[in-house]
């Protein structure tokens, strides 16, 4: 699978709910970074954060762009869903990423909101 085709695999996978299959598009060893939470290291910590720690319950990501430049890429897009409380959410973001062996070894998450 190319870049492009693991990246839009995540963001279905995610959107679908079946975290277990992010061993398919994620490095074993993975180191992941998203504002407000300590980094995540490991596939199986990333898989555990999406099913107990994530506040979301449903909702669809819609990308707008994707880069890549032999083994990084970035991509943006927005998130339209609800949380487990049930407010909505519609967040825009971006994704900073880096492969080995045709998986995601790190990836940064950036929201589109006020911070500084």
């Known amino acids: 699978m190319d870049i492009e085709s693991t990246i839009d695999s995540y963001f279905q996978i995610v959107d679908a709910r079946q975290f277990d299959e992010l061993v398919h598009v994620f490095h074993r060893e993975i180191e992941y970074?998203?504002?407000g939470f300590d980094k995540l290291i490991g596939v199986e910590a990333v898989i555990d954060f999406y099913k107990?720690?994530?506040d979301i319950?449903?909702?669809?990501?819609?990308l707008y762009g994707k880069l890549v430049c032999g083994q990084t890429a970035?991509?943006?897009?927005r998130f339209e869903g609800s949380k487990k409380d049930g407010s909505r959410i519609d967040e825009r973001f971006s994704d900073i990423l880096t492969f080995e062996q045709g998986k995601m070894r790190t990836r940064?998450?950036?929201?589109?909101r006020p911070a500084i």
């Open 57 to 62: 319950a449903a909702g669809h990501h819609e």
């Open 74 to 77: 970035a991509c943006w897009g």
């Open 52 to 54: 107990n720690t994530r």
């Open 108 to 112: 940064v998450t950036f929201f589109f």
């Open 33 to 35: 970074e998203r504002p």
